[in-house]
Nanobody, 123 residues
């Protein structure tokens, strides 16, 4: 059973940067497909970035070129570097994980989720 704990959410001004972290408990972390999702009030949850066990990445068009997903297998930690933040990036951000045999990508059905971390971008 994979446990995920996010951190790094803060309030920042537009144009600023943040790095979110997601620490996974499962020792098979390196074989997991993982992703970052976000949900703003009144909106549906959307996939932001995803990474597979080989390091291949996928991004939502709205964050392409501004956000970077990465993982450190030695630390069992997933990251989301967010640059040039915009007010529309304001949301609760969640990391998700699942065996790559089951799902992957921005629209995958992930079974393991963190509790979320709030990102607020002011103009």
């Amino acid at each position: 059973h994979v446990q995920l704990v996010e951190s790094g959410g803060e309030s920042v001004q537009a144009g600023g940067s943040l790095r979110l972290s997601c620490e996974a408990s499962e020792f098979i972390y390196s074989s997991l497909c993982m992703g970052w999702f976000r949900q703003a009030p009144g909106k549906q949850r959307e996939g932001v970035a995803a990474i597979d066990r080989d390091g291949n990445t996928d991004y939502a068009e709205s964050v392409q070129g501004r956000f970077t997903i990465s993982k450190d297998n030695a630390k069992n930690t997933l990251y989301l570097q967010m640059n040039s933040l915009k007010p529309e990036d304001t949301a609760s951000y969640y990391c998700a994980a699942e065996s790559c045999w089951v799902t992957r990508g921005l629209t995958g059905r992930y079974n393991y989720w963190g509790q979320g971390t709030q990102v607020t971008v002011s103009s």
